[in-house]
């Protein structure tokens, strides 16, 4: 009775993360297409300014400025794909973290702002992960 009943909450607790995950996804979906919409994409030129790594910035003014309306696009679908996987199935769960997780790390380089935010949310996706993989596995999740 006690495995059912912690089976149950873990299985609430993971429907929890994956609206909360979800709706955080649609939101920078949003907000890119708001920060597009009332500051024009020219908003992100600086983004990469401060990147951590020398790579980062000159792809970003080689390779993203030139093409920005097509990455800001690339990007907002990315973030809607990814809240509606989150916000789908379950049999779509471990697609969207680990999408999530691979952007998060991706992401993380840009500079010291999105290393606060990203690396973070990218080890809180992958425990989810873990825990998704080790309870469809049959193997108890400590």
């Known amino acids: 009775m006690l495995l059912n009943q912690e089976a149950a909450i873990a299985t609430d607790q993971m429907k929890i993360a994956r609206i ?3 709706l955080m996804y649609l939101g920078g979906a949003l907000a890119n297409i708001m920060l597009t919409h009332f500051n024009g994409p020219g908003s992100y030129h600086s ?5 951590l790594l020398g790579f980062y910035r000159d792809a970003w003014a080689g390779l993203v400025i030139p093409n920005m309306m097509l ?5 907002v679908a990315f973030e809607l794909t990814l809240g509606l ?7 779509s769960l471990r697609i969207a973290l680990a999408a999530g997780i691979l952007f998060c790390w991706i992401t993380v380089p840009f500079s010291t702002k999105v290393l606060i935010s990203n690396l973070p949310l990218g080890i809180i996706q992958g ?16």
């Not at 992960?129 to 309870?135: D, V, Y």
């Open 20 to 22: 909360l995950f979800g």
């Open 47 to 51: 983004f990469a300014d401060n990147a």
């Open 71 to 75: 990455f800001i696009v690339l990007l």
């Open 85 to 91: 996987l989150f916000l789908g199935s379950r049999r």
């Open 127 to 142: 425990i989810f992960l873990w825990w998704e993989l080790r309870s469809r596995s049959g193997v108890p999740v400590d």
